[in-house]
Nanobody, 123 residues
Framework: QVRPVESGGGLVQAGGSLRLSCAAS????????MGWFRQAPGKEREIVAA????????YYTTHVEGRFTISRDNAKNTSTLQMNGLKPEDTAVYYC????????????????WGQGTQVTVSS
């Protein structure tokens, strides 16, 4: 395994919940930051959330803050994105990403990208 691998995408009704999971590659250290990006049709890719290696420092875009929660399990080298109160505008391909720090992720300086998983929210 070289790239992070996402899972958990799918179709959900507006107001519903979905949980995305990311399994990091063997080249990603448990001391690295992990994050989630998304790209909607016709729009630029944007960072959604990120979490430091300790789990104590997180970042959220204002579009999802209060609805989404990022977490990680360093023993398993995985991260999760719990998405609640989903809206149609959350529809996008969601990508897991890793970098040395949260700051680097916010600057789009990513070491490894996942392949993406589709999230579709119906109204």
């Amino acid at each position: 395994q070289v790239r992070p691998v996402e899972s958990g995408g799918g179709l959900v009704q507006a107001g519903g919940s979905l949980r995305l999971s990311c399994a990091a590659s063997g080249r990603t250290s448990r001391s690295d930051a992990m994050g989630w990006f998304r790209q909607a049709p016709g729009k630029e890719r944007e960072i959604v959330a990120a979490i430091a290696s300790s789990g104590g420092h997180t970042y959220y875009t204002t579009h999802v803050e209060g609805r989404f929660t990022i977490s990680r399990d360093n023993a398993k080298n995985t991260s999760t994105l719990q998405m609640n109160g989903l809206k149609p505008e959350d529809t996008a391909v969601y990508y897991c990403a890793t970098a040395r720090t949260v700051a680097l992720l916010t600057l789009n300086r990513v070491d490894y990208w996942g392949q993406g998983t589709q999230v579709t929210v119906s109204s």
